[in-house]
């Protein structure tokens, strides 16, 4: 029921920015969670960034400091802007919803992923 679209990926040298969005449609309301995952190759998928409705934010250690999630409620949109990237950061990078666990039909949803490359 819920649709999520990334963008704003892209090649960027090593201590650059990037700002990735991500768009959810669909049945949005009772979204709790919105969170970033990422995925290098022949690594395990990680959790970089998440965003709860009430504001309560949490990063992974590797990117404090770094990286600043958001989310426009009203747009339906969260954010994560990446700065001082570094080549580690290279991955596929993932949006991610939960919903409000209270609800009837409590879902998740995933989106399609988007490359960001950090050159040397």
């Known amino acids: 029921q819920v649709q999520l679209v990334e963008s704003g990926g892209g090649l960027v040298q090593a201590g650059g920015s990037l700002r990735l969005s991500c768009a959810a449609s669909?049945?949005?309301?009772?979204?709790?969670?919105m969170d970033w995952y990422r995925q290098a190759p022949g690594k395990q998928r990680e959790l970089v960034a998440s965003?709860?409705?009430?504001?309560?934010?949490n990063y992974a250690d590797s990117v404090k400091g770094r990286f600043t999630i958001s989310r426009d409620n009203a747009k339906n949109t969260m954010y994560l802007q990446m700065n001082s990237l570094k080549p580690e950061d290279t991955a596929v990078y993932y949006c991610?919803?939960?919903?409000?666990?209270?609800?009837?039909?409590?879902?998740?949803?995933w989106g399609q992923g988007i490359q960001v490359t950090v050159s040397s």
């Open positions: 991610h919803v939960d919903s409000l666990p209270w609800v009837v039909s409590p879902y998740h949803a």
């Open positions: 669909g049945s949005t309301n009772s979204i709790d969670s």
């Open positions: 965003i709860r409705r009430s504001g309560t934010i």
